[in-house]
């Protein structure tokens, strides 16, 4: 019990592609009417190699143009399969938020906000066509930064 509510857990077992396919319908249904959904906000995180949402450097799914949602199968890290937004969707949202913290994060947060065009990181490509775009950082993350003014 929570607040009341019965809470009950459920394990269903899909394919990697089922479970898009499931995800990319329930996301269609909450935006009716839309070829390409529009989120308000989508809140993103980015992992040591620039990866962002399960978009991974040099995966063939950075050049999905057709799904919303897409399986991958052979991700480069654990666990392989996954489910995804894709960048068409990412892109059409009316605010993306990036939260990085620690000095971890230090390099790859340069490399992304710092980049010269040589190198397009998934996170990198998120660019809202019609919203906008933040980074929030702590001190540490942002420790590499030059060209922004902390």
């Known amino acids: 019990m929570f607040t009341g509510i019965a809470l009950t857990c459920y394990a269903v077992l ?13 996301v269609k249904a909450a935006f009716p009417g ?3 959904p529009c989120f ?4 993103l995180g ?14 063939k ?8 949602i897409a399986p991958i199968s052979d991700s480069p890290k654990q666990p392989p ?6 960048f068409p969707v990412v892109n059409n949202t009316r605010c993306a938020v ?10 790859m947060v340069q490399r992304v906000l710092e980049n010269d065009g040589t190198e397009l990181l998934p ?9 906008d775009l933040f980074w929030l950082l702590d001190a540490g993350a942002a420790k590499n930064l030059t060209k922004y003014k902390l």
């Open 98 to 107: 990036f939260a990085s913290c620690g000095e971890g994060k230090a390099e």
């Open 46 to 59: 980015m992992g040591p190699d620039g990866h962002t949402c399960s978009l991974f450097p040099g995966h």
């Open 14 to 26: 899909y394919t990697v592609i089922e479970a898009a396919d499931d995800y990319a319908n329930k």
């Open 123 to 131: 996170a990198a490509r998120v660019e809202p066509h019609s919203g």
């Open 40 to 43: 308000d906000m989508l809140m």
């Open 81 to 86: 399969c996954r489910v995804t937004m894709t």
């Open 61 to 68: 799914l950075l050049e999905e143009k057709k799904l919303i």
């Open 34 to 36: 839309n070829e390409l």
